[in-house]
């Protein structure tokens, strides 16, 4: 029997969802608004989300998560704060729960170790403070890296103004988990109908625009040791990587963009891991490996909003060599999330 260790298991604190509540009934215009006001404001929801009842399994770890585990055998969840996170919070709010939750997050797993690790969240809008909050999570929390839930106020990690928190990341051995939001206000347009902003497509988009703006713009030429970890069997990027390459050093020989140092595919190869959250496709998994890789490719659920089950039937019926087993449940996340 293969440890079972999922990694992109999302939950959430009371406080938090309070204050996403009331940003469910402000004049936000944000593309995260539809999914909020579902998950935090059912009464008053007109996106459907308010009948998947999600607050409750993001909240709870004792009555439905930790008996579902021993149920289908998973040893471990790896917390993460879901997605908006702080990030629509005013710089002050967001400081202050990203905290809150830090500290409420090490104590779920002070008081299960073998049960649960925890990504710590930070408020990128107050970068000195967010990087201050890096090393208390990675120092005196002892938690097992950091999550970010792509853009801030529209703005991606190529910016300069967040790279105090990607040197505090680098320095302190945190991988950055890059999770999903709604597309920012510039890219959401097309991307609000038919339900596609947020998981069927918008959240891919939203994240590997994320991850190429880092991978061109320099951001692992000034970090050469930051590691980040995306979901969804790399947000599409394995699939498209010999395209972005090409084009990415055509572009540079032309001067259309910045030289880098290495290319984007060995960007994508040395500096990101992804997890296979929400894409249960054993095709797909098959050529994440050959492709990138098998000490890139880590197990996840995304639970709740994939169901616990599915997800192990997924990985344990997967057709594959025992060590390759070993790294997709639990070696390789041992090893990026510093997991004993
Ligand atoms: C933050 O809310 C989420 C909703 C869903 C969904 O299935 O509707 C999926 C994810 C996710 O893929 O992480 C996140
Ligand atoms: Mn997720």
Sequence with gaps: KCRLIACEEAWSIPEVAEELRKIARSPTQSADKLLVGGIYDADHDSSGYGKMNFLHGLKDIEEQRLPQMDQYGVDMHLLTLTAPGVQMFDADTATDLAALANDRMAEI?????????????????????????????????KLNGLVVNGHTNGDYFDDYRFWPILEAAEATGATLYIHPRGPSDTLKGPLMDYAMDSAMW????????????????????RF????VCVGHMGEMIPFFIWRINFMNSRAQKVGRAPKTERSM???????????????EDHLALRYSIDRMGIDNVIWAIDYPYQPMQPAVDFIESFDCTEDEMHALCHGNAERVFHIA
Excluded at 202 to 221: I, Q, W
Excluded at 224 to 227: D, E, G, Q, S, V
């Design 265 to 279: 595919e060995e960007y994508f190869r040395d500096n990101f891991v992804f997890t296979t959250s929400g894409v």
């Design 202 to 221: 918008a959240y891919g988009v939203e994240v590997g625009t994320n991850m190429l703006r880092m991978m061109a713009g320099g951001v692992f030429d």
């Design 109 to 141: 797993c002070a008081k299960w170790p073998k049960r649960f690790a925890g990504l710590g969240s930070f408020a990128p809008h107050s970068p000195k403070r967010a990087a201050k909050e890096v090393e208390r999570v990675m120092g005196e929390l």
């Design 224 to 227: 050469p040791n930051l590691k």
